[in-house]
């Protein structure tokens, strides 16, 4: 294990976007939490390393620029790709995860039938790596890059609203704004095992941060993140706990209802 780090002694500035389960930053309380937050906080800790967490909202493309032009120090989450590599220093990958192609519920569609359609519109979030990837093999006018300024609920609305035939999309992160926003009408039709996402810390180009970057990868390289990715995969538990509490209310309201009940007929 390497030495506590007397390296790097400054407060060090770090960017996070919403993507659960790899990053969320809670409502009610601010605290920040995910898998990578997890996994981030544990070798900051085990290096000695001063750090702030930035909420950068749902505006993507400035944070990475910032980042590559020295202006922030780290982004997270972010998966690996040869575009970012000239201009950034990625850490090795703590996650490992798929893109989904995401259908209305009894309408399932994949890329394949998609392709066999005269007018197939494919709906993705223009941010993404996979944005640029399919710019290069489907047709312009197939390709709906939606930007994710305009919201989550903006983005799913398009499929449900018939603008787009299907939505592709980080599959994990589907998953818990599945559960979280009951999006119950909308399923994985087909999972893109040909486009995996690797995603590991991106620092930008200096002769410290790439210091550090050597002393994350140590500890990356012995990591198991199973623990934490079972304990913020959370879209199901919040789906049970809000169905408990609503039978609760239920319970309740049977209760106030047979106890007046009661009562005007004791009168």
């Given amino acids: 294990r390497p030495p506590r780090s007397t390296l790097f002694p400054y407060t060090t500035l770090f960017r996070s976007r919403n993507a659960a389960p790899l990053t969320e930053r809670d409502a009610v309380t601010g605290a920040y939490r995910g898998i990578s937050i997890d996994v981030f906080c544990f070798i900051a800790q085990e290096l000695g390393l001063r750090y702030r967490l930035l909420d950068s909202g749902g505006d993507f493309t400035p944070m990475l620029r910032a980042v590559q032009q020295g202006e922030l120090d780290m982004l997270m989450p972010l ?150 990715t079972l304990r913020h995969e959370v879209g199901e538990q919040r789906l049970i706990g809000r169905y408990l509490r609503q039978q609760d209310r239920l319970d309740l309201q049977r209760l106030l209802t047979a106890v007046v009940a009661l009562s005007l007929l004791l009168l």
């Fill in 79 to 228: 998966s690996r790709q040869r575009e970012r590599e000239p201009f950034g220093l990625f850490t090795l990958p703590y996650f490992t995860s798929h893109y989904a192609v995401i259908s209305l519920k009894g309408k399932p569609r994949t890329l394949q039938s998609l392709a066999e359609l005269p007018d197939f519109r494919i709906g993705i979030l223009a941010q993404t790596a996979l944005a640029r990837e399919l710019a290069e093999t489907l047709p312009a006018d197939s390709l709906h890059a939606l930007p994710l300024d305009e919201g989550k609920k903006a983005f799913y609305q398009a499929l449900r609203s018939g603008a787009v035939d299907v939505l592709v999309m980080n599959k994990d992160v589907f998953t818990e704004d599945k559960y979280r926003d009951e999006l119950f009408d909308m399923e994985v039709a087909q999972i893109l095992t040909q486009f995996p996402r690797r995603y590991g810390f991106y620092f930008s180009k200096t002769e410290d941060h790439q210091r550090l970057v050597e002393l994350f990868d140590r500890y990356l390289a012995h990591i198991d993140a199973s623990d934490a």
